[in-house]
T-cell receptor, first 114, second 114 residues
Framework: NAGVTQTPKFQVLKTGQSMTLQCAQDMNHEYMSWYRQDPGMGLRLIHYSVGAGITDQGEVPNGYNVSRSTTEDFPLRLLSAAPSQTSVYFC?????????????FGPGTRLTVT | KNQVEQSPQSLIILEGKNCTLQCNYTVSPFSNLRWYKQDTGRGPVSLTI?????NTKSNGRYTATLDADTKQSSLHITASQLSDSASYICVVTTPTDRDDKIIFGKGTRLHILP
């Protein structure tokens, strides 16, 4: 199992550009989430999905879109990048049958918006 | 307000020494508490998960304790190694009407010196 994979590992964007951060998992997990991690702050939830075709907003959803067409993939789209979106982004997945539910995190994407 | 506070913010100890990291939370209702280890440039990896009825959980040289009455947890690291240098994140889960809400602490940065 590759677990949770994320691409790219690093990305530099100019203000106003759009891009998609990729996330995939091969563990057949229903739950998938996107977090951002900023210095001096805990991880904050951007969007999450409880299964294919179902997504919902987290704590800081503005400026980001998600979709979940398959169980395996959960891409995060930045519509018009802003410097405030400079951060490290983590994707995570978990199995609904676990109690408590264990989250598995990807290696992260470091995004810089200039 | 649901919060997770960790102390100290950072800690430096010599290799071979023990240390204890603290986590206080105001989250209610309580579902479970986890400790994660996050190496630099990597995603968080779960060390322990404790539910309300558990007051201690070990994972090798890592031992977590939970006092649900005082809403405090600690992570004790025994005989530290250079590879223990990382951030340690306390995470508390609370149930909501729709799904569990996960609240992250800001982490304690641990540096092990040879």
């Amino acid at each position: 199992n590759a677990g949770v994979t994320q691409t790219p590992k690093f990305q530099v964007l100019k203000t106003g550009q759009s891009m998609t951060l990729q996330c995939a998992q091969d563990m057949n997990h229903e739950y998938m989430s996107w977090y951002r991690q900023d210095p001096g702050m805990g991880l904050r939830l951007i969007h999450y999905s409880v299964g294919a075709g179902i997504t919902d907003q987290g704590e800081v959803p503005n400026g980001y879109n998600v979709s979940r067409s398959t169980t395996e993939d959960f891409p995060l789209r930045l519509l018009s990048a802003a410097p405030s979106q400079t951060s490290v982004y983590f994707c995570a997945s978990s199995y609904s049958g676990d109690q408590p539910r264990e989250q598995y995190f990807g290696p992260g994407t470091r995004l810089t918006v200039t | 307000k649901n919060q997770v506070e960790q102390s100290p913010q950072s800690l430096i100890i010599l290799e071979g020494k023990n240390c204890t990291l603290q986590c206080n939370y105001t989250v209610s209702p309580f579902s479970n508490l986890r400790w994660y280890k996050q190496d630099t440039g990597r995603g968080p990896v779960s060390l322990t998960i404790m539910t309300f009825s558990e007051n201690t959980k070990s994972n090798g040289r890592y031992t977590a304790t939970l006092d649900a009455d005082t809403k405090q947890s600690s992570l004790h690291i025994t005989a530290s190694q250079l590879s223990d240098s990382a951030s340690y994140i306390c995470v508390v889960t609370t149930p909501t009407d729709r799904d569990d809400k996960i609240i992250f602490g800001k982490g304690t940065r641990l540096h092990i010196l040879p």
